[in-house]
């Protein structure tokens, strides 16, 4: 069986956004492949432990996954404030012999620098068309935690087991090791909060995480972390505000002082996304939704309303707004150029992390948050059919059956884009729904 089949197999998916499957990533060929080591959420810190303590798994990984796509070159970009993780990543790859085919960038400390398109301009210089992907200038895009994977798949081992931070407003921030399927109210108690009355978690990262509605969800292949906070937060509640107030607060206050256009880092990579006219169709209620196409171009990093304005207002929501609008009316954004430039203020509108967590008030929160000792035992898990981009798994085992740990329990649909499931404790079958597979430990 070759590598590609391997890691399709395995239900390999990016490891810290949408959930792409990783053999239809690596399914083809690109002149670099990059791995996005930054990790620029706030307070999330997976990424940069796990190449300290994988570094030899992360980089053979990713250097299976450059033969696979043939690049000439592989090129792992890490913030350079994580000196000891560039310092050892350097010396294995020297130590690997894969000097002349792996190489070490190191990234300002800025948001969003692991945003995808924002990553391949640092690390390679060029830009990704408008609405599209780093395919198109010859890049392939995976994260350290997906490299990791990869190199497991190519041991024969399926993607179980999930790395996640829990932080914020917590005694204990933490990072750990959990099977994938376990319920999210166990992991959140990690942190050494047992009573959630008075807090909200966000799902994610502060910036592009949403904030739960309920916490008796399940630990998916895509999830990378949570932040604690009381509800009385600043950013909690700004992040709850809903779509009609948010509308309604737009309409009545924007100056059209195009901050939100003149930060965005997708305008200044020579996009034509441009909030502040989203917020301008806003206020007049424009019905006819085609002069505002380029509202897809947003990647909802959640700069304009959460460091940007300055009135304090909702630009994102109203790209959102109008993105939903154009997708009910199946109208989609053609770009009419091939090539695009940085602005050539962009060097100047850069937005330092620190900066950032004080504005959102987590400078207090801006802890490290270690890898717990030992591993996540739960006695149940609930995998979800679903935790990827395309087609759910379908069911390839009945009520009753035992599983082993590794064992697969749901597989691609025929002829569809998907990822196969795998068992993440071993114990027998206790449910199968249309969301989801439970296993009860033995």
Known sequence: MNLL?????????????????THAKLSGKAEFILLNGAECEPLLRVDQQLMKIYHNEIIMGFEAARELVSAKKGIIGVKEKHKEAISILRNRIIELNLKEKIEVKEL????????????????????????????????????????????????GKSVTRKYITVSGDVPSPVTACVPVGTKIIDV????????????????????????????????????????????????IRKKSTEM???????????????????????????????PHKMMRAMAYNLENVEGQKNAQLCCQCNLCELFSCPAGLYPKASNVYFKEKLFEQKIKYRSI??????????????????RLIARLGLKSFDRPAPFMDGFVEPEEVHVLRSQHVGAPATSVVSVGAHVEE??????????????????????????????????RRN
Do not use: W
């Open 5 to 21: 089949d391997k890691v399709k197999d395995a239900g390999v998916i990016g490891a810290g956004g949408a959930g792409f499957p």
């Open 108 to 155: 300002q400390d800025i948001y969003p620098a692991g945003d995808e398109q924002v990553l391949v301009y640092e690390l390679t210089g060029r830009v990704v068309p408008e609405a599209g992907i780093p395919i198109q200038v010859g890049c392939v895009v995976v994260n350290s935690e997906t490299s990791l994977n990869i190199y497991n798949a190519s041991l």
């Open 188 to 235: 959140l108690k990690l942190s050494g909060i047992t009573e959630f009355d008075d807090y909200a978690v966000i799902d994610g990262g502060p910036m592009m995480g949403p904030v739960m509605k309920h916490l008796d969800g399940y630990i998916t292949k895509k999830n990378k972390g949570f932040v604690i906070l009381k509800k009385e937060h600043s950013l």
């Open 244 to 274: 009609k107030q948010a509308r309604r607060v737009n309409r009545a206050s924007c100056e059209q002082c195009r901050m939100c256009t003149d930060m965005c880092p997708r305008y200044l990579l020579g996009h034509d996304t441009q």
């Open 337 to 354: 150029k091939d090539t695009f430039e940085p602005r050539k203020a962009r060097q100047y509108r850069l937005i330092p992390s620190k």
């Open 406 to 439: 590794g064992d697969l329990i749901g597989g691609i649909p025929e002829g569809s884009l998907g990822a196969p499931i795998h068992a993440s404790i071993s114990g027998t079958i206790t449910e199968i729904t249309n969301e989801f597979i439970s296993i």
